[in-house]
């Protein structure tokens, strides 16, 4: 089974598109994170829900919205995709609070905007 | 000065040998420290965590933590080929509910 899975692996598209990543988990985690990796590998968080609730917003683009129907999905729509949004994509979930965050990732979804 | 920091490498060590990637933090109530291992095109996956000052062992793998240097390392032993990857020290940074991680250091272990 998996813990954490995104859709799609690959995304391939136009400027100036719309598109979206789903990311569900099967953990029974409260916490839900969306993580952009560029092409040097730094991994930097980009959004964090709580029980479907948005916690953490680290200055993205409101080109980006999260939507979290409920705490085990955690949504990504990009709007008017840019060069620069070009990357891979990774959800992650983990425990809420506590020492213990481990925190697990999906597969990620690279996007490639051309 | 960046939240979690890491040498990017690359790092290379012979097959056999000791491995030793490190990781510097500046919140000083940071709490957890992990240990990710990256392959290429794959999802970073946990190797280690470690909360208390010391030496935390796990097979071939040791995490060292001193809060006071505000230090964490990972110490690979009889290091192996598929030991390569890329190793992401994360930081959960105090009363943040976040995990921030290092830029990552690239290891290749030589045959």
């Known amino acids: 089974d998996t813990a954490v899975s995104q859709t799609p692996k690959y995304l391939v598209t136009q400027m100036g598109n719309d598109k979206s990543i789903k990311c569900e988990q099967n953990?029974?985690?409260?916490?839900m994170y969306w993580y952009k990796q560029d092409s040097k590998k730094f991994l930097k968080i980009m959004f964090s829900?709580?029980?479907?609730?948005?916690?953490i917003n680290e200055t993205v683009p409101n080109r980006f919205s999260p939507k979290s129907p409920d705490k085990a999905h955690l949504n990504l729509h990009i709007n008017s995709l840019e060069l620069g949004d070009s990357a891979v994509y990774f959800c992650?979930?983990?425990?809420?609070?506590?020492?213990?965050?481990?925190?697990?990732f999906g597969q990620g979804t690279r996007l490639t905007v051309v | 000065q960046k939240e979690v920091e890491q040498n990017s490498g690359p790092l290379s060590v012979p097959e056999g040998a000791i491995a030793s990637l490190n990781c510097t933090y500046s919140?000083?109530?940071?709490?957890?420290f992990f240990w990710y291992r990256q392959y290429s095109g794959k999802s970073p996956e946990l190797i280690m965590f470690?909360?208390?000052?010391g030496d935390k062992e796990d097979g071939r793998f040791t995490a060292q933590l001193n809060k006071a240097s505000q230090y964490v390392s990972l110490l690979i032993r009889d290091s192996q080929p598929s030991d390569s990857a890329t190793y992401l020290c994360?930081?959960?940074?105090?009363?943040?509910?976040?995990?921030?991680f290092g830029q990552g250091t690239r290891l290749t272990i030589n045959p």
């Open positions: 470690i909360y208390s000052n």
């Open positions: 992650a979930s983990s425990r809420l609070g506590g020492q213990d965050t481990e925190a697990f």
């Open positions: 829900y709580n029980n479907k609730e948005l916690i």
């Open positions: 953990l029974g985690h409260d916490t």
């Open positions: 919140d000083r109530g940071s709490q957890s």
């Open positions: 994360a930081v959960n940074i105090r009363g943040a509910q976040k995990l921030v």
